[in-house]
């Protein structure tokens, strides 16, 4: 498969693999959302999803309905209580009778108790992480930002876990031997600056073999790592500076900054999903935008067919 620069490209290369390989079946945690429903509504008229929704029915109706469902497209499990839904939506998938899990209305906590839970969650023995993905304007590849969600300060070994994570999705997405930028505020080594560090050993990790399938460069700064005019002024040569495909945040709190501000100082369409679980799972916010649910939904039916 050619490298996906697009999200409306990944969408189209989704529905290619759906129709050789089959549909994929999300099992929805707490599925009380209109909003919600009406992503999975395009994604199952695309031909990419079947569902599963787990909720007080009667509210899960309303939803369909309001979301221009039908309600004989759905398979519904009655669960009224928030936290039992995301222990029932895991199961689904656990028990292989669904394939990606994905938090509707209940809080995030609730989603990840079941995620995590040890009989029924979705736990690989692997470090799990959040990826942002973007297609921004001006940019000719698709932008993976991680982690900015769900781990907060990791250390080395999870940060080169976390980039592993990542390069496995972006081959998902076509995207052959993904350029990893670990950034900085600077792009030498202080020893002052423990990211910094982090950086130097994740590039001999990659080159030892540690982390696969990629090439991690660092430390960077975030213009050097996608800018190849800095990255030439700054006279850095590097086979990833200028050209990063995925950015290595040192921390949540820059990530989490960097990726809105992406959202929000450019023309953008944005997505996220959490990789390293034995099962796709997609975390949106409850103020996520459909296409950022329909685009985080396609997004986990491939990566399910690229594990497959």
């Known amino acids: 498969m050619e490298q996906i620069r697009s999200l409306s490209q990944m969408i189209e290369e989704t529905k290619k693999l759906c129709v050789t390989k089959g549909k994929k079946r999300i099992s929805v945690a707490m599925a009380e959302d209109a909003g919600l429903i009406s992503a999975v509504e395009e994604a199952r008229k695309m031909g990419l999803v ?5 909720g007080d029915t009667p509210k899960v109706r309303a939803c369909i309905a309001e979301a221009g469902a039908k309600e004989d497209d759905y398979a519904i499990i009655d669960e009224k209580n928030e936290a039992r839904c995301g222990i029932v939506a895991v199961t689904e998938v656990s028990s292989k009778r669904a394939d990606i899990y994905m938090k ?5 906590d609730h989603f990840l108790r079941g995620m995590l839970n040890k009989e029924a969650g979705l736990r690989s023995g692997k ?3 959040h990826c942002y993905f973007h297609e921004v304007e001006g940019y000719d590849r698709i932008l993976f930002i991680t982690d900015a969600a769900f781990n907060t300060y990791p250390d080395l070994k999870q940060k080169a876990d976390i980039v592993q994570n990542t390069v496995n999705f972006a081959r998902a997405l076509g995207v052959e031997k993904p350029k990893v930028a670990c950034l900085a505020a600077v792009e030498v ?7 910094t560090l982090d950086a130097a050993a994740l590039v001999l990790m990659n080159q030892r073999g540690q982390i696969r399938n990629c090439v991690v460069d660092g430390p960077l700064a975030l213009d050097n790592a996608v800018s190849g005019e800095a990255a030439r002024i700054k006279k850095i040569t590097s086979p990833v500076a200028g050209k990063a495909e995925v950015l290595l945040v040192p921390n949540i709190d820059a990530g989490n900054m960097l990726a809105k501000a992406v959202v ?3 023309k953008n369409e944005t997505a996220g999903v959490i990789l390293g679980a034995a099962a796709p799972v997609i975390l949106t916010s409850r103020a996520d935008s459909p296409q950022a649910k329909l685009l985080s939904i396609a997004a986990s039916v491939m990566i399910a067919h690229h594990a497959s």
């Open 104 to 108: 509707g209305q209940l809080h995030t």
């Open 264 to 266: 929000y100082f450019s």
């Open 127 to 129: 470090v799990i992480s």
């Open 189 to 195: 080594i202080n020893p002052d600056m423990a990211c």
């Open 50 to 54: 079947e569902a599963t929704l787990v």
